[in-house]
């Protein structure tokens, strides 16, 4: 795939037959699609390390806005990860298998994010989400993103040495003031028609909500998530179906007709 890339230009379509490949950090806008007629046929097993030391499939950085990602399977640490406030990102059809973050969107506007399926997730002190749409730094927002029929089942893997303390989610939507930071409006966000069906194997420790809103500020006089719609989804497969931070979040965000425990 890097060389395939480094070949490319702006708005290239990259075409992926059967086999095992590498992802890579893109500065282009290049349109993914995996030709398999299996999931799995088209495997992205290794690529860029984090700063963390983890193993990501992509990282998406300043130039890459617009690409898209289509019939992968994606068995890694971080999944698809927008590293640098990309926008109009397609993320579709795609199978994650127990990654500890499976497709972030930070400070990322006009995301579509439909159709995939996670099976599984696991934690390493900290993670164990599906997807992830958020603002942490005050100046990129996170706005106008769609993340509309995707599952997500399975098992989530909690190793008994976990810090423990968090909880696992399939779907959210976060403005991140911890260590400093500034979090960011998140809104105009659709999340709709998703299922989400994970348990977790240690629930003592880390357990799973299943869409989670948060600014963790926790001030209901305050807010950066708001104007959402969180609707009908199902969610009955989880400890917690939904959980809001703060608590009157409900009150700036449309969340209705989804099936909860």
Known sequence: I???VAAAIDGDRIHLCDGYYNGVELDKTIHFKGLGDEPGDVYIQNGPTHSSGLIQGFRLLAGSDGSSFEGLWIQLDLGIMNGDGVDDVVVYNNYFVNNIQAISNWRGDNWSIAHNTIDGLRTACGGGIGI???????????????????TITGTLNVNASDCGGYSG?????????RFGRSGGEVSGNRVEHNTVSLTSNNPTLVDVVGIELTDTRDDELVRDVFNNVVRSNFLQGTAE???LTPDNLDDYNVVTRNRVN
């Open 169 to 177: 989610t399939g779907i959210v939507l976060f403005a991140d003031h």
């Open 2 to 4: 890097a060389d395939a």
């Open 241 to 243: 179906s939904l959980d």
């Open 132 to 150: 992830l749409i958020g603002a942490y730094d005050g100046v990129d927002d996170a706005v106008n993103n769609t993340v509309v029929q995707n």
